[in-house]
């Protein structure tokens, strides 16, 4: 059964640092590119990151550019997600989701067929 499980989110104050892993399990990652997009009470959900299948590529939005890095480590079927100096508005829940194009990196929400249930980010004094 294909899962992807996302973890280490929680409450952090402004310009704290988290990090954000999604486990995969039941296909092969490394055939797939992987982005992480997150949603706020209210809005749509965004791209945040996104990674190609074999690290080699990656892509961020404007509001998280110098602070988020995207890494993956294929033999451990886990993408990485390091968050630094966050901000309230950083405050969502965060998606891994995986889209079947080796060797590229995919920024079209639409284009990821497989998702997670998401980890919660709350930054906050």
């Known amino acids: 059964q294909l899962q992807l499980v996302e973890s280490g989110g929680g409450l952090v104050q402004p310009g704290g640092s988290l990090r954000l892993s999604c486990a995969a399990s039941?296909?092969?990652?490394?055939?797939?590119?992987i982005g992480w997009f997150r949603q706020a009470p209210g809005k749509e959900r965004e791209g945040v990151s996104y990674?190609?299948?074999?690290?080699?590529?990656?892509d961020y939005a404007d509001s998280v550019k110098g602070r988020f890095t995207i890494s993956r480590d294929n033999a451990k079927a886990t993408v990485y997600l390091q968050m630094n100096s966050l901000k309230p508005e950083d405050t969502a829940v965060y998606y891994c989701?995986?889209?079947?194009?080796?060797?590229?990196?995919?920024?079209?929400?639409?284009?990821?067929?497989?998702w997670g249930r998401g980890t919660q980010v709350t930054v906050s004094s």
């Open positions: 039941g296909f092969l990652m490394e055939h797939y590119a």
């Open positions: 989701a995986a889209a079947p194009f080796p060797g590229m990196v995919v920024t079209g929400l639409y284009d990821y067929d497989y």
């Open positions: 990674i190609s299948s074999n690290g080699g590529s990656t």
